[in-house]
């Protein structure tokens, strides 16, 4: 089998109004960049990157327009995969991230995070294809026997007119779909504020489903301290970024020596490198690299196995449904995290205050969420499939 071309496409929602926020910044526009790699036996490998950057711009009109990382795949990539045997995934790998340091490596202003975003959708493609020439789905391809893998969902999100009954409404609607686990957001209001949100949570899902707090990098290791005893009789199950970017490792290992909460991070790691110096030296427990951000999951394979041998759990930012194959087959695989499905919602005004995954209508087959599980199909391959209608709808084509 040989690839006989490379697609990459672009696709971009409507801007969510009003905003939601994570603890310091608002919540990206939902995008997509969709690589297809096609190949002379009538195979397609899916692959996307819902974290791509600089992929996109608004111009004067409002409208979307294709910036200069959308042209990644087609200019630079592509001639690398044409006519290479997709099975050669570690191979055709290396041949990719060699782009990364080689010269003129930036010559469209392109930045290393942009082409490493590439890198994960062309990854995950070939690892579709892999799947689908074994007749297997990509867990059991790689060992993975459970086709059911906990999930948690994200909430919590600061917005607009969303005050504690808000809350306490959003979050009792997760109990009642049957989530066992729920990430919520603070370190964007005041302590007391936000002690008093994690309270309402605790209380409408009740003490037997899990409570993350993701503090989005909020704080300085000095504050997280102080901060963490007044969450902790929640029965808080880790809590995550909860140190400012510039302190690093050193400031995540004081949070996790001297508090009595678990911590998470890892979700920024741009390679199998950092994740591991992450894991090995910041006390971390969960480890939280993105396969869809970065590397895509023949990364994600070597980090789950330097966190393995240290005893670190691993649970994947974003991307449930790739994701959930990954964790099935890893023996520290722990959970996925996603967004809820607005197909579970009885009407628009549930989901208010709710950051629904608005990206799942490209998909005409997906992982099914049951009683807080993804459940990965035996179609082989990731079991999706592109909805071109609703590819057509989303595009940009210029």
């Not at 020439?133 to 990509?138: F, K, T, Y």
């Not at 209001?189 to 990098?217: C, F, I, Q, T, Y």
């Not at 520290?332 to 209508?361: C, H, I, T």
């Not at 049951?370 to 057509?392: A, L």
Request: hydrophobic residues 40%.
């Amino acid at each position: 089998m040989k690839i006989t071309s490379v697609e990459a496409r672009v696709l971009v929602w409507p801007p969510m109004t009003p905003a939601f926020w994570m603890s310091l910044l608002p919540v990206n526009r939902p995008h997509e960049l969709v690589v297809l790699i096609h190949t002379d036996d009538g195979l397609t490998g899916i692959g996307h990157s819902d974290q791509a950057s600089s992929i996109f711009n608004v111009g004067s009109d409002g409208k979307p327009k294709l910036a200069s990382a959308s042209r990644i795949v087609p200019d630079l990539i592509s001639p690398l995969l044409v006519g290479e045997d997709p099975a050669s995934v570690e191979q055709l790998w290396q041949k990719v991230f060699g782009l990364t340091y080689r010269h003129h490596w930036n010559r469209e202003g392109w930045s290393r995070s942009s082409m490493l975003s590439a890198l994960a959708a062309v990854d995950m493609a070939l690892w579709d294809l892999r799947g689908k020439a074994a007749g297997l789905p990509v867990f059991r391809l790689l060992g993975g026997n459970e086709a059911a893998v906990p999930m948690y969902v994200a909430g919590g999100y600061y917005r607009e007119g969303k005050g504690l009954a808000e809350l306490a409404a959003e979050s009792a609607q997760y109990r009642e779909h049957g989530y066992k686990a729920l990430k919520m957001r603070v370190g964007g209001m005041s302590v007391e504020e936000d002690v008093e949100r994690v309270a309402v949570v605790r209380e409408a899902v009740g003490p037997d489903v899990k409570l993350m707090l993701d503090a989005n990098e909020a704080y300085d290791s000095n504050t997280a301290i102080k901060v963490a005893p007044l969450y902790e009789p929640y029965g808080i199950f880790w809590f995550e970024e909860p140190v400012a970017w510039y302190e690093g490792n050193d400031g995540l290992k004081r949070v996790a020596e001297e508090t009595g909460i678990s911590v998470a991070g890892g979700e920024q790691a741009a390679t199998h490198w950092e994740a591991e110096a992450m894991a090995r030296d910041s006390g971390i427990s969960y480890m939280e690299f993105d396969c869809m951000r970065t590397g895509g999951p023949t990364e994600w394979l070597r980090v789950a196995d330097a966190c393995r041998r240290i005893g670190v759990h691993m649970a994947p930012h974003h991307g449930a449904h790739i994701h959930a194959h990954l964790v099935s087959a890893a023996p520290n695989g722990l959970m996925v995290e996603a967004f809820p499905d607005p197909f579970m919602y009885d009407s628009a005004e549930q989901l208010e205050f709710v950051r629904w995954d608005r990206k799942r209508e490209m998909f005409s087959a997906h992982p099914e969420v049951r009683d807080g599980m993804m459940c990965m199909s035996e179609q082989p391959g990731w079991g999706i499939e592109m909805d071109p209608e609703v590819i057509g709808k989303r595009e940009v084509l210029e």
